[in-house]
């Protein structure tokens, strides 16, 4: 260990700056609100935790958080896949550079700016549901919850396999084709095993982030609790900060059984291809038993992100969208005078603090893990 440190001496400086601050911005806010959990007085007292573990209520809450966590993680992975196949495989030219920046787009925007235009929308007096096609559906619950999670999070997946997909090696999609096998076939056995790190990894973060997610199950969950909602009203509405915590303990349970399931699932590695000689081979194409369905879920998943971000432009120049839809320019007063340009600012103010903290950070990690052998790297 020492000698390595001696050897590295640039890499050592980076691996203590680097520790210093995951111990200040992850490592002490845990410890803290691990302490809050099981200290009271200078005394233990896990009585947040055995709350949440022995009230039925609870139970259920941390039952409706994981089962919209799985179902989340899945739906936007094969959501997001089936995107990247298709822009990758079957469109070509302006018609994929178009989808590509629509399957983008809910990456880019407010995701509770999907919640309200959803309501907009399908909800029970939605231009869609009530004014087009009279019909009285409610959105609020798991169902209309999942709605807006998948398309929120496909963009990860989106990012994540598009890449993934472009770096396959065609030859071995050929030589499959030689060998007989269908097109969709090979995408079973051949493509899909190449892409298992991809599926984990988008997985564990969509699971994640669905989890973490507060506006959305705030807007749109209706009766569905989750615990992201439930610790921010322990706080806001009943003041309780030691059952927040227990909630929010409770929150990070599943997040790392996700993420060493992962890690079990896929290994350290990754699955590469590795050949003598660059590829020659020619990107293969679907059959249309396969391409079409593609092309149907590309096709409505953009019409539905369209739809949803054009209700919100729509909403901002209206009265209220769907029920008094008079032209009016009073939103856009309000956001720029008193408390509106005060939130403007101190969101735009955290985010360009944020974003190069963040950026440096994770780059930093990332060359401390992958680039160098400083002893612990896996820690970090």
Known sequence: MITTLRREPAAATLAVVAAVGLALLIGYPLYSVLQEAVLSEGGFDPTPLTRVITNPVTRQIVLNTIVMGTLTGIGAT?????????????????????????????????????????????????????????????????????????????????????????????????????????????????????????????????????????????????????????????????????????????????SLIAFFAQRLWVGEGSVVTVTGKPSSGRVQGFDPAVRLPLLAVTLVTAVLVLSLYAAVIAGAFTKLLGINNTLTLDNFRFVLQGIGTRAMTDTTLLSAMAAPIAGFSGLLVAYLVVRTKIPGRAVF
């Open 78 to 254: 094969l959501l997001g896949f089936a995107l990247a196949l298709t822009t990758a495989r079957i469109v070509r030219g302006r018609s994929r550079t178009a989808l590509h920046y629509i399957a983008m787009l809910p990456l880019i925007a407010p995701p509770f700016a999907l919640a309200l235009s959803t309501i907009f929308l399908f909800g029970r007096q939605g231009l869609v549901t009530r004014q087009l096609l009279g019909l009285e559906i409610s959105p609020y619950g798991l169902g209309g919850l999942l709605f807006v999670q998948i398309i929120t999070f496909s963009p990860v997946a989106y990012l994540i396999f598009d890449s993934l997909v472009r770096q396959l090696d065609p030859s071995l999609e050929e030589a499959a084709l030689d060998l007989g096998a269908s097109r969709a076939r090979i995408l079973r056995t051949v493509i899909i095993p190449l892409l298992r790190p991809g599926f984990a990894g988008a997985f564990l973060i969509i699971f994640v982030e669905s989890l973490a997610d507060l506006a959305n199950p705030l807007l749109i969950g209706g009766d569905y609790n989750v615990l992201a909602s439930s610790v921010f009203l322990a706080i806001i509405g009943e003041y309780d900060t030691r059952k927040a915590v227990g909630f929010a303990v409770v929150l990070l349970i599943p």
